[in-house]
């Protein structure tokens, strides 16, 4: 079945970097779209960036700039690079695999970026 589990969230000073990795299972990583998601306490999830598998890439605003995605097709791995962390940037990091009438998600891993 599918799983994703996602890792390297942590408590991180303004201004520092993180990188979080999606280990995917289940399906095949290398032809699909993934995506990094965010929920903050009391906010919607909200999408952070996406990665086709021709490499074309989409970010929400808030995170251009500063955030990065990438995939390893050979490991079934997803990364997002985040540098320059704000406050703000403190969520729930979610990845994501779509198929047509279902979402897969991880359980996530939680970002503390402290002013």
């Known amino acids: 079945q599918v799983q994703l589990v996602e890792s390297g969230g942590g408590l991180v000073q303004a201004g520092g970097s993180l990188r979080l990795s999606c280990a995917a299972s289940?399906?095949?990583?290398?032809?699909?779209?993934m995506g990094w998601y965010r929920q903050a306490p009391g906010k919607q999830r909200e999408l952070v960036a996406t990665l086709t598998r021709a490499g074309s890439t989409n970010y929400a605003d808030s995170v251009k700039g500063r955030f990065t995605i990438s995939r390893d097709n050979a490991k079934n791995t997803l990364f997002l690079q985040m540098n320059s962390l704000k406050p703000e940037d403190t969520a729930v990091y979610y990845c994501?695999?779509?198929?047509?009438?279902?979402?897969?998600w991880g359980k996530g891993t939680l970002v503390t970026v402290s002013s």
């Open positions: 994501k695999y779509s198929r047509p009438n279902m979402d897969y």
């Open positions: 289940g399906f095949i990583f290398s032809i699909n779209t």
